[in-house]
């Protein structure tokens, strides 16, 4: 946990959940949340697309066809990856005068950010392994007029994709 914080104080993520990544010209900042439901309108199967990246070692040398097959669904998901990439955190392609991200250095940043928010459910853990709301609640030691008081539910606001340049 404490390796968390340094790395969130080191990254200038003190105390606050916002993704700050490099787009090729400027730093960039953006809700994480709002970022992970765009990328997941835009591609569905992210996750999946992920794990097609990698050509599993299976002990033994693949058949060609198979091998082919692989290599094929990899330049698909490294593609579609890029574009979502592109997309969704506003990425401009390297141009002749150097500004832009190449075409890793944009897969770089999706990568980042599931890193980024593999911390955030890492420092969340002990919260998210108390018990919920469930099942009913044991009998309230309370009684009186203060165990019939409830606190109404409400409505959180939607935050927009939009992603904010850096100051």
Same mark, same amino acid.
């Given at each position: 946990?404490?390796?968390?914080?340094?790395?969130?104080?080191?990254?200038?993520?003190?105390?606050?959940?916002?993704?700050?990544?490099?787009?090729?010209?400027?730093?960039?900042?953006?809700?994480?949340?709002?970022?992970?439901?765009?990328?997941?309108?835009?591609?569905?199967?992210?996750? +999946? /697309?992920? #794990?097609? =990246?990698? %050509?599993?070692?299976?002990?033994?040398? &693949?058949?060609?066809?198979? !091998?082919?097959?692989?290599?094929?669904?990899?330049?698909?998901?490294?593609?579609?990856?890029?574009?979502?990439?592109?997309?969704?955190?506003?990425?401009?392609?390297?141009?002749?005068?150097?500004?832009?991200?190449?075409?890793?250095?944009?897969?770089?940043?999706?990568?980042?950010? +599931? /890193?980024? #928010?593999? =911390?955030? %459910?890492?420092?969340?853990?002990?919260? &998210?392994?108390?018990?919920? !709301?469930?099942?009913?609640?044991?009998?309230?030691?309370?009684?009186?007029?203060?165990?019939?008081?409830?606190?109404?539910?409400?409505?959180?606001?939607?935050?927009?994709?939009?992603?904010?340049?850096?100051?």
């Amino acid at each position: 946990m404490q390796f968390v914080r340094w790395l969130k104080r080191s990254l200038g993520f003190a105390g606050r959940d916002i993704f700050k990544y490099w787009d090729g010209t400027r730093y960039r900042y953006g809700d994480p949340v709002a970022i992970e439901r765009a990328i997941k309108a835009d591609c569905p199967d992210w996750k +999946v /697309a992920i #794990t097609l =990246l990698d %050509i599993p070692d299976v002990g033994m040398p &693949l058949p060609p066809e198979v !091998l082919a097959k692989c290599i094929e669904e990899q330049e698909k998901a490294f593609s579609r990856l890029v574009a979502v990439a592109r997309k969704v955190f506003e990425l401009k392609p390297l141009d002749e005068g150097g500004h832009g991200l190449t075409e890793s250095a944009s897969l770089n940043v999706l990568a980042d950010f +599931v /890193a980024f #928010t593999g =911390l955030l %459910i890492e420092e969340a853990a002990p919260f &998210l392994k108390s018990p919920g !709301l469930s099942g009913p609640s044991p009998a309230s030691p309370i009684t009186g007029p203060s165990a019939d008081s409830t606190s109404a539910g409400s409505t959180l606001p939607v935050a927009s994709p939009k992603l904010s340049p850096a100051p």
